[in-house]
């Protein structure tokens, strides 16, 4: 496959709804700790967040926000929990900008230096993460305990978020092992942390490239299909399992069977409204262009 295929296979493969999904998780012990006014303002924000209906609702209000916790941070530099939501928060509102914005270079470096930043303060071995050899990563994995689930996700969500928006930059491709290894850990430590969402990561990058290139679509679905039963109600993994797997394998009536759910569900769930929107959304776009595609 040529360097230009593969990129615009990656622009699909790092789909921006399923960066959302990294508001969805919260603080998870082993020292994990914001003050009790900032955890509680960043708890109520991601609550509203989600259950919105309204995307663009969403994209317009969150920068104010993204200020305000930013200076929060500024003051208090050693505090773990201040640098993950800031993470977090920076990596849901990217995945609501369109693929081609200039800004999403720049806002990409922030969410992934804040990741940095926390895992560093979490684990001195993992300060420098980014730099490190791929083959450091198993030993340094192997430190992880199960309360490291949440830092590792938002992490590695945060890292994807950043080779999407450096996609013509083939050192940051090339990083994707790396944040394939660590949701690899996550499933590890807790396969239902965040419902489940780092099955639909893997499943995803799973889809990257057909069979006879060397991908493995049986082991991505799999994962799709754990990913659904562990979050039933989280749409955006039928618009995922159709985009990226039946889409590859060329299987029009799955694709169209999940697209069709998608849109007779119901959008309100807890946790779930905002991203179930955007999943009808891209449902309908997709099923509009299956006669193009197969």
């Not at 990129?7 to 969805?24: D, G």
């Not at 509680?40 to 994209?59: C, H, I, Y």
């Not at 230096?113 to 071995?125: M, P, S, T």
């Not at 889409?247 to 009536?253: A, L, P, S, T, V």
Request: aromatic residues 6%; glycine residues 4%; charged residues 20%.
């Amino acid at each position: 496959m040529s360097p230009i295929s593969n990129a615009r296979r990656l622009k699909q493969t790092i789909a921006r709804p399923l960066l959302l999904l990294s508001l969805l998780s919260g603080p998870s012990g082993c020292g994990y700790m914001i003050s009790s006014a900032t955890e509680d303002f960043s708890e109520r924000l991601k609550q509203t967040v989600l259950a919105q209906n309204d995307p663009q609702t969403v994209t317009e209000a969150l920068p104010a926000y993204l200020l305000m916790l930013e200076a929060s941070a500024a003051g208090n530099r050693d505090d773990e929990g201040l640098m993950f939501a800031n993470a977090k928060l920076y990596t849901a509102f990217l995945s609501l900008l369109p693929d081609d914005t200039p800004r999403k270079p720049r806002l990409s470096r922030k969410a992934l230096d804040f990741a940095l930043r926390g895992l560093c303060l979490r684990k001195q071995d993992w300060c420098d993460l980014q730099q490190r050899p791929i083959t450091d990563m198993p030993a340094l994995l192997a430190q992880a305990e199960q309360c490291d689930t949440d830092s590792l996700y938002s992490a590695a969500a945060a890292w994807s978020t950043w080779i999407q928006a450096n996609k013509s930059d083939w050192n940051a491709i090339a990083q994707l092992a790396q944040v394939k290894q660590i949701m690899q850990k996550v499933i590890e430590l807790d396969e239902t942390h965040q419902q489940g969402s780092a099955h639909v990561y893997l499943a995803v990058l799973e889809s990257l490239i057909p069979e006879t290139l060397g991908g493995r679509p049986e082991l991505a679905k799999q994962h799709f299909q754990r990913a659904l039963q562990l979050a039933p109600d989280n749409l955006m993994i039928n618009v995922l399992y159709a985009k990226h797997y039946a889409r590859m394998i060329f299987d029009r009536e799955l694709h169209d069977t999940l697209l069709k759910t998608t849109l007779s569900s119901q959008v309100t769930a807890p946790g779930l409204t905002l991203i179930n929107t955007l999943a009808q959304q891209q449902a309908q776009q997709l099923l509009d262009s299956a006669n193009d595609y197969f």
